[in-house]
């Protein structure tokens, strides 16, 4: 009886260190087939009106964020989207670009972003969902300024971890000739 309960207390002990030193889901970059490839399309009517898309943001650093109003996860990540968003307002180098995900009342995102005061277009696009692959959210994508796609990040994002991110993907890029896409 002792030696069960030593060992199912050593299997436990085992089971919350590896879950204490594994990475949360706001750091896990993960693999996808449009990795080093040119991102898909975005496009369509924004929540605040006029129709935008990847294409007009290039040579720029796009976060490319799916995500819905009714997603806790996506609500728990918005701060550091903005956080995110706020660091390169100035310089205008990075931008968050959102894709509704299965959110079909305007009310909750138009809540969202006031509460937050995220101030990035919400593209609604049903296809870019199926085009990039995603399986659930929240889901984002790096995309270079010649629109080429770098990572894949899933579940909520990182303010910290983002820029870290970004700090990489700029310090390749100066290093190496990305291609561009053509328009």
Not at 45 to 69: C, D, E, H, Y
Not at 89 to 109: E, M, N, Q, W
Request: charged share 15%; net charge negative; with cysteine.
């Amino acid at each position: 009886m002792v030696w069960i309960a030593l060992g199912v207390g050593s299997v436990l002990a085992l089971l919350i260190a590896v879950l204490a030193t594994s990475k949360s889901a706001s750091e896990v970059e993960a693999a996808s087939p449009l990795l080093g490839k040119p991102a898909p399309a975005v496009s369509g009517p924004t929540l605040q009106g006029p129709t935008a898309g990847l294409n007009a943001l290039r040579g720029k650093w796009v976060l490319v964020n799916f995500f819905a109003s009714w997603c806790v996860p996506c609500q728990r990540e918005m701060p550091e989207l903005v956080r995110f968003q706020d660091r390169h307002a100035t310089s205008g180098d990075a931008v968050v670009l959102a894709v509704r995900y299965d959110d079909p009342d305007d009310g909750p995102l138009r809540g969202l972003m006031t509460r937050y005061h995220a101030g990035w277009s919400i593209v609604d696009d049903s296809q870019a969902k199926v085009d990039w692959g995603v399986g659930g959210i929240p889901e984002s994508y790096l995309v270079d300024p010649n629109g080429i796609v770098l990572s894949r990040i899933v579940g909520g994002v990182n303010a910290d971890a983002l820029e870290a991110l970004l700090n990489r993907a700029k310090a390749v890029e100066g290093t190496t000739q990305v291609p561009a896409q053509a328009p």
